[in-house]
């Protein structure tokens, strides 16, 4: 089956600690992005990748690092200099071909920092 | 800056017919899409206007109006399972990069 899996579902972490969330996908997409949502809110962008080996900051990528090392692959790092780090993270990916940009999400991880 | 605005809650009965407004401020346009996304899932991907009209899919539709910078869309013949937020997001360039609206919670009652 073709599609995108986060890992963890759920993680637990002591405030300070650095926490890495996955993020694979084997739809065979360029184009990958980490979207953080607080309750009630929308998605907010923290990194895209369109390509291997290259990034663009989002709208909110402080406390936040990203790596694209393979096409399949774009973990999320959330580090000790993020403030609030307590909050739904997805991970999407998109074709760059077509004409259209359907992003397709993966179930999400929601991390909690105590 | 950019945005987006769209309602933050609708409520309908089973069977009716919503229509969910979104209007957009944005330095580019390539598209506008419409999101689904249940408590505690993920969003989905529901429909795509890049030009002006009406897009048909089953019980959804969406429409677009470029001139007016505004789209909507319409659900027919509600079910309960149809309960969720809708996010529209446009495409203002040409890196694929969504803006998202802050959502619409819908409640479907029977």
């Known amino acids: 089956d073709g599609g995108i899996t986060q890992s963890p579902k759920y993680l637990f972490r002591k405030e300070g600690q650095n926490v890495t969330l996955s993020c694979e996908q084997n739809?065979?997409?360029?184009?990958m992005y980490w979207y953080r949502q607080d309750p009630g809110q929308g998605l907010r962008l923290i990194y895209y990748?369109?390509?291997?080996?290259?990034?663009q900051k989002g709208d909110i990528a402080e406390g936040y690092s990203v790596s694209r090392e393979k096409k399949e692959s774009f973990p999320l790092t959330v580090t000790s200099a993020q403030k609030n780090p307590t909050a739904f993270y997805l991970c999407?990916?998109?074709?760059?071909?077509?004409?259209?940009?359907?992003?397709?999400f993966g179930p999400g991880t929601r991390l909690t920092v105590l | 800056g950019q945005s987006l605005e769209q309602p933050s809650e609708v409520t309908a009965v089973e069977g009716a017919i919503v229509q969910i407004n979104c209007t957009y401020q944005?330095?580019?346009?390539?598209?506008l899409s419409w999101y689904q996304q249940h408590d505690g899932g993920a969003p989905t991907f529901l429909s795509y206007?890049?030009l002006d009209g009406l897009e048909e899919t089953g019980r959804f539709s969406s429409f677009l109006s470029r001139s007016d910078s505004y789209g909507y869309l319409l659900l027919q013949e509600l079910q309960m399972k149809d309960s969720a937020s809708y996010f529209c997001?446009?495409?203002?360039?040409?890196?694929?990069?969504?803006?998202w609206g802050l959502g619409t919670s819908l409640a479907v009652n029977p």
């Open positions: 944005t330095s580019g346009f390539y598209g």
């Open positions: 739809l065979n997409h360029d184009a």
């Open positions: 997001a446009v495409n203002a360039g040409n890196n694929r990069k969504l803006i």
């Open positions: 999407a990916s998109s074709s760059l071909a077509g004409n259209t940009d359907t992003q397709y």
């Open positions: 206007n890049a």
């Open positions: 990748s369109q390509i291997v080996n290259d990034f």
